[in-house]
């Protein structure tokens, strides 16, 4: 089993940055891909960014492209989301996921093990 982890949420203000952490225990996640999903109130669960189980390769939803990174330190078994300029529509309870497969994956039904998630507030 895979226990996730996410730390590093908080309250900031438009414009501001923030990294995301998900660390695993429980095994390696070093041949998973990892994702990090967000839920805003009253709407769906949304993919946010994959990453493959190298990091060679990954995969942003538009609304975040070039503002949004994932990244991965498998020595550290750790999954990283830096989030610069953030909007108000950013916020919401994010969500890190780890699929049992090497290549990337935007749909959460690939995934396998959920974290419990990490507030992000963003006020204007």
């Known amino acids: 089993q895979v226990q996730l982890a996410e730390s590093g949420g908080g309250l900031v203000q438009a414009g501001d940055s923030l990294r995301l952490s998900c660390a695993a225990s429980g095994r390696t996640v070093s041949r998973y891909a990892m994702g990090w999903f967000r839920q805003a109130p009253g709407k769906g669960r949304e993919f946010v960014a994959s990453i493959n189980w190298t990091g060679g390769r990954t995969y942003y939803t538009d609304s975040v492209k070039d503002r949004f990174t994932i990244s991965r330190d498998n020595a550290k078994n750790t999954v990283y989301l830096q989030m610069n300029n953030l909007k108000p529509e950013d916020a919401a309870v994010y969500f890190c996921?780890?699929?049992?497969?090497?290549?990337?994956?935007?749909?959460?039904?690939?995934?396998?093990?959920w974290g419990q998630g990490t507030q992000v507030t963003v006020s204007s």
């Open positions: 996921a780890a699929a049992r497969q090497i290549e990337i994956a935007t749909n959460e039904r690939i995934y396998d093990y």
